[in-house]
């Protein structure tokens, strides 16, 4: 698998092919796309939990990119600038399943637990003892449905800071906030999960 750098990392030749692309080369295009669709992917999952709506997503974030190319000035790494769209798409995606759920629970006066891995997260289950390994998928299970659970700005916090491991200045460019805001978000989404948790990892 190529390795996808960082979205704030620089690339010498994303210069030509961002050019070549907003001059209508689909192929450039395409080039990046091969280049990016590792971290916009990773990110979808992430965010979103369920890996054939992640691959929807990131299409989509692709094809937003492409047709808003245009309007990219350089001021950010292309890296940065999808990723911003990527997130911009899961956040609109959860919003569009929440207004679903909500009408679909209103007409049939009830419904199941949820969408099908649609709160959950890829927490690594890496137990190395046999005889840890139900209690630690159990608490792999409660911290992806409890990260499911955060409203999306929270969400979005613990995904890029804690998981994915972005630096707080890469964040903040992403989100378009100041670091400040970055750091008070963050530290409101970990209370936050930290609540949500609660008396349930065992």
Same mark, same amino acid.
């Given at each position: ?25 689909? *192929? ?64 609109? *995606? ?109």
């Amino acid at each position: 698998m190529t390795r996808t750098p960082p979205p704030g990392v620089a690339n010498a030749g994303d210069a030509d092919l961002i050019r070549r692309a907003q001059g209508g080369d689909s *192929d450039a295009f395409g080039q990046l796309v091969v280049k990016y669709q590792d971290l916009v992917y990773n990110v979808v999952y992430r965010m979103l939990g369920n890996a054939a709506d992640a691959a929807d997503i990131a299409q989509e974030a692709f094809v937003k990119g492409w047709r808003a190319l245009g309007s990219f000035e350089g001021r950010a790494q292309f890296g940065t600038w999808i990723y911003r769209i990527a997130i911009n798409c899961c956040i609109s *995606d959860r919003r569009g399943a929440k207004r679903r759920k909500a009408t679909s629970l209103n007409s049939s006066g009830g419904g199941d637990d949820g969408e099908e891995g649609g709160g959950r997260l890829d927490v690594a289950d890496e137990s190395p003892e046999p005889g840890e390994r139900v209690v630690e998928s159990e608490n792999v299970r409660l911290v992806q449905d409890a990260i499911g659970s955060l409203e999306h700005e929270f969400r979005t916090m613990i995904v890029l800071r804690d998981l994915e491991g972005r630096p707080y200045e890469e964040i903040a460019e992403v989100l378009d906030v100041p670091v400040g805001t970055v750091r008070s978000r963050l530290h409101r989404a970990r209370q936050a999960l930290k609540d949500a948790l609660k008396g349930k990892v065992l």
